[in-house]
């Protein structure tokens, strides 16, 4: 029983990672049906950028996280530049297809400018544990959690009631009517990248503190944030926190009980499986259109 608390508790802890940025991947395919490819480099920047200025000018650490979120949301209004506004044709595909260009970019500039070095945070709550029935729940774990809980309450929030989050769905959904109501295609998209990078930055600084981030943290971690995304339906948002956290208990359970080394296939094995059984995922809403 030990064992399996202490591997359900590894779970979460990753599963919370997953979940962010299946929150991201969501918001970018709710506000331009395109699937941004670059969240997990977003992840790994964020966490490289928290340990480096840690390190080097010992600010609080709630000042770092902010500044890595702030950071964030900037990068995924920088990636709306790149990736939207200067293709000739911003269609789904094409930005799909940009955002791999920028990711493979990112990586390698943080690996020019790092050196391979890695870099982590201090826990939020520093080293503090909590023993339950034999297994060791570090507080980071519930920190971590917290936050998926926050972002995707209040993305719920935002999206539901928000006038700017009812614009942005409308302007993914059909994007002449809302732009003759006054807000552009391009201010969607911008709104929703903005918002995954901000999203990956939090996941970025929660892992520093529980892992050492390098240059090369970003992509496995993004593979699996989009099949956690895949699971629980693409564009929804209880689907992408339900998602993640599934896919990290699976993991989790899978290299204690069966194989370590092969842990890190459970993630597209649950990707492969959804995808020939219920292409939608678990969560996704029905869309009617009248024809």
């Known amino acids: 029983m030990t064992d399996f608390l202490q591997l359900t508790f590894s779970g979460l802890t990753t599963g919370a990672a997953y979940a962010l940025v299946a929150l991201g991947f969501a918001i970018v395919f709710r506000g331009t049906r395109a699937i941004n490819f670059a969240q997990g480099e977003y992840v790994m920047l964020a966490g490289v950028t928290a340990g480096a200025l840690h390190q080097w000018a010992h600010p609080p650490l709630a000042v770092v996280v902010l500044a890595v979120v702030l950071m964030g949301a900037l990068c995924g209004v920088a990636t709306e530049v790149v990736c939207v506004r200067f293709t000739r044709r911003p269609d789904p595909n094409t930005i799909t297809l940009a955002t791999i260009g920028l ?4 990586k390698a500039v943080v690996l020019l400018a790092t050196d391979r070095q890695a870099y982590t945070l201090p ?14 729940l570090e507080a980071q774990a519930l920190w971590n959690c917290a936050l998926v809980a926050v972002a995707a309450g209040a993305l719920a929030a935002f999206l539901r009631w928000a006038p700017l989050g009812v614009a942005l769905r409308a302007s993914a959904d ?118």
């Not at 990711?103 to 990112?106: F, S």
């Not at 080293?127 to 339950?132: K, S, Y």
């Not at 930055?201 to 090369?216: E, F, H, M, T």
């Open 123 to 136: 826990g939020f709550s520093g080293d503090a544990t909590l023993h339950v029935g034999g297994a060791v």
């Open 103 to 106: 990711g493979v970019a990112i």
């Open 174 to 291: 059909d994007g002449e009517m809302a732009a003759a109501s006054g807000f552009s295609r391009n201010g969607a998209a911008a709104w929703s990248f903005a918002l995954a990078g901000a999203l990956a930055a939090a996941a970025g600084a929660g892992l520093a503190a529980v892992s050492p981030v390098n240059y090369d943290f970003g992509t496995l971690l993004g593979l699996k944030g989009f099949a956690a995304a895949m699971l629980g339906g693409l564009g929804s948002m209880p689907g992408a926190v339900a998602g993640g956290f599934a896919i990290g208990l699976t993991e989790a359970w899978f290299a204690g009980y069966v194989s370590s080394t092969y842990a890190d296939v459970v993630a597209f094995g649950v990707l492969l499986i959804v995808l020939f059984t219920r292409p939608t995922g678990l969560f996704a809403a029905v869309r009617v259109e009248r024809v």
